[in-house]
């Protein structure tokens, strides 16, 4: 799988899991949805990560991939978070 394929795969997943807690949030607590309003923040510099992609070289996509798979992650941990809010 190459780095395209990856970062592909990673926005869809993450896609989907906004998707879902969006739909969610409309009915949440204050708490989640200031969750929400950072996750959106994050959300947004993530994509921007992912389209630099299609501009930079090979070499300073590695950097740009890094960038990417750390604001994914960090996407992935503020859902989850925000699952645990909304299941209470």
């Avoid at 510099?45 to 798979?69: H, N, P, Q």
């Amino acid at each position: 799988m190459d780095i395209q394929d990856e970062i592909d795969e990673l926005i869809e997943t993450l896609k989907r899991q906004r998707d879902e807690l969006n739909l969610q949030i409309r009915l949440a607590s204050m708490e989640a949805r200031e969750e929400w309003a950072q996750a959106e923040q994050t959300w947004e510099k993530f994509r921007a990560r992912t389209d630099e992609l299609g501009a930079v070289g090979k070499d300073a996509s590695r950097d740009v991939l890094t960038a990417a798979g750390l604001l994914g992650d960090e996407l992935k941990t503020a859902y989850e978070k925000l699952r645990k809010t909304l299941e209470k």
